[in-house]
C-alpha cells in the first residue's frame, strides 16, 4: 500500500488543522493520527499537532500538510480517511477505517 493509499484527509480537514497549527504557534503544521489500546472494543484514535517526525513514521504530505502515522498504527488505519464534520451538536474530527469490524455502544473505541 503507498503512503497516499494509506490515509486520506478531506480539504475541510486540512484546514482546520492549519487553523489550529497556527493557534497553537506551531511552525510546519503536523498532524499525528495514531491507533492505541483501549475502549471496550480494544482500539482508539488520536491525533495530535506536532512539529516533527519520528525516525520511524510514515510521512504524508499533502497542501503543504504532513501526517506523522508510527508503524503500529499503520497496519490498523490502511485507507482511512480523515474529515472534519460541523454541526448544530458538535464539531470535530472523524476517521473513517473501512478496516473497522465493530465499534462500542459509545462510538469511542473499534475493533480491526
Do not use: H, W
Not at 497542501?63 to 480523515?82: H, N, R, V
Amino acid at each position: 500500500m503507498s503512503q497516499t493509499e494509506l490515509v486520506s484527509i478531506s480539504q475541510k480537514a486540512i484546514d482546520k488543522v492549519k487553523e489550529f497549527s497556527k493557534i497553537e504557534e506551531k511552525s510546519s503544521p503536523g498532524l499525528r493520527v495514531y491507533v492505541a489500546g483501549g475502549g471496550c472494543a480494544g482500539l482508539t484514535y488520536g491525533m495530535a499537532l506536532e512539529d516533527n517526525s519520528t525516525d520511524e513514521d510514515i510521512i504524508i504530505e499533502t497542501e503543504g500538510l504532513k501526517i506523522f502515522i508510527d508503524p503500529f498504527s499503520a497496519k490498523y488505519l490502511g485507507g482511512s480517511s480523515i474529515d472534519y464534520l460541523e454541526s448544530i451538536e458538535s464539531s470535530g474530527f472523524k476517521i473513517n477505517n473501512p478496516n473497522v469490524t465493530s465499534t462500542c455502544a459509545c462510538g469511542k473505541s473499534v475493533s480491526v
